[in-house]
């Protein structure tokens, strides 16, 4: 029997290695996915081929190396798929469905997981050479440009919208539903009456406004570090006007979790360096915030924020679906439902539902209005605890990294938590919690960038 041939050198080398190409595609082009109607889908089709690298690349003999406290993570991806055992589970107050009824919306979640979990394990292995560091921050800081402009497109053209490539391919039984418009139809606002009146809240390019705010407070610490670490003049002062037009956008959104998150992250990064001895940044917060009252009271912004702290029309529905959460959480702690549940009527009363004149007015998403929520709702204490503990570790565990990078990371990770009250992860801001992750996982392997 004739022997097999070793490949060539320059082969097996080759195969060792892990290209960049698919996160600097997902990053770099997601305009253009949304455009085409890819949006978050795209996630889970440039995860194909990143697990299939890895695998290429640990048969070849470079074996994949696991972040600090995945064991964490594994728990949760445990505790998502144990809990689909109780997906034909109707909790009072829900509307009853057999459980092949609940396996897409189940499915949907736990190919996002995978996805996601493909993600932070690609972007940890990828070394120095392969992917800068700061080629990566860059890419997170021009999504912050991206999700100003999608803001900006918002403010001016609220109703704008146009059918998607891949929108025309869908059978119009499928297209037409909102949750499969969310991901395929590209548009710049969801409209909406808050304040008295519909108005456009921005939400391109992440299909939701609450979406958009969340990655809004993510992405912005990454425009200020990839501008500081630059060696372009005037990139500095680029940001700076980024973060200053990004204001109205971010006031229009009548976002009150976003303007709590941008509160939440001045404040975390001002501590961190207050810890370094770098008391100027005390003096540079309270500037910067002066600047800002003054620009809101001169500026009609100013009456949209009032007007906003007014009206809190989803405090109720808000309050109504935490309770809901919580007592689910209470009758199935361990594994959760699986899923989400849709509740009977409205918070008054179990007659009033969602109707053609009142679309909000009943059937809410028990475990859709905040991550924390959905996780103890759908996959108990286990989930929760893992899901928690894996974040919370690594914020434990690089807690001395004090490099922009490392405090850019960890802040994001840190807004993360407030915005759980009343955000969902999925898909896009979980994305990026965990490529924060990543930065800082690489940072304490490598050095300080």
């Known amino acids: 029997m004739t022997a097999l041939a070793a490949p060539p050198a320059h082969t097996a080398q080759k195969n ?29 089709i440039m995860a194909a081929p990143m697990l299939v690298l890895m695998l290429r690349r640990r048969a070849a003999g470079r074996p994949l190396v696991l972040p600090p406290g995945f064991a964490w993570w594994g728990l949760f991806l445990a505790a998502v798929v144990v809990s689909s055992a109780a997906l034909g589970a109707d909790p009072a107050g829900t509307v009853a469905e057999h459980a092949s009824d609940r396996l897409i919306s189940y499915g949907y979640r736990l190919g996002l997981y995978l996805t996601m979990t493909v993600l932070l394990l690609y972007a940890g292995n990828l070394t120095e050479l392969e992917l800068p560091r700061r080629r990566l921050v860059k890419l997170l800081g021009w999504l912050f440009v991206v999700t100003v402009a999608g803001g900006l497109l918002g ?47 921005p939400a391109a390019p992440w299909g939701y406004t609450n979406t958009w705010g969340n990655n809004f407070c993510l992405l912005a610490g990454w425009l200020v570090v990839a501008a500081w670490a630059s060696r372009r003049r005037g990139a500095r002062l680029l940001s700076i006007v980024v973060l200053g037009i990004s204001i109205a956008p971010a006031v229009v959104s009548l976002n ?80 959760g439902y699986g899923s989400t549940r849709t509740t009977i009527g409205g918070r008054n009363s179990i007659a009033v539902g969602e109707s053609a004149g009142c679309e909000r007015c009943g059937n809410f998403t028990v475990g859709g209005t905040g991550q924390l929520w959905q996780l103890m709702f759908a996959h108990g204490a286990a989930g929760t605890l893992g ?30 938590f407030s915005a759980m009250l009343w955000y969902n992860s999925l898909a896009t801001p979980l994305a990026f919690m965990v490529l924060a992750f990543a930065l800082l996982w690489r940072n304490d392997l490598e050095g300080d960038a």
Request: aromatic letters at 12%.
């Open 155 to 201: 403010m001016v053209a609220g109703t704008f919208e146009f059918t998607s490539p891949v929108e025309m391919l869908l059978p119009p039984g499928v297209r037409d539903k909102g949750f499969v418009q969310s991901m395929v139809h590209p548009y710049a606002a969801q409209i909406m009456d808050l304040v008295g009146g519909e108005k456009p809240r």
């Open 256 to 335: 009150r979790g976003l303007w709590i998150g941008i509160g939440v992250l001045i404040l975390y990064v001002a501590f961190r360096y207050v810890l370094l001895g770098k008391l100027w940044i005390i003096g540079a917060v309270v500037v910067a915030g002066t600047a800002l009252v003054v620009a809101l009271m001169a500026s009609p912004l100013g009456d949209t924020v009032n007007a906003r702290m007014d009206n809190g029309k989803s405090n109720g529905v808000r309050s109504f679906l935490m309770e809901r959460a919580i007592d689910g959480f209470l009758e199935s702690p361990v594994i």
């Open 16 to 44: 060792l290695t892990l290209p960049a190409w698919p996160i600097t595609a997902l990053l770099a082009l997601y305009p253009l996915w949304w455009a085409l109607g890819l949006g978050v889908l795209i996630f889970p």
């Open 387 to 416: 899901y928690l503990g894996f974040f919370a570790y690594g914020l434990w565990r690089f807690r001395r990294d004090r490099s922009p990078i490392g405090i850019a990371a960890s802040a994001a990770i840190v807004t993360s």
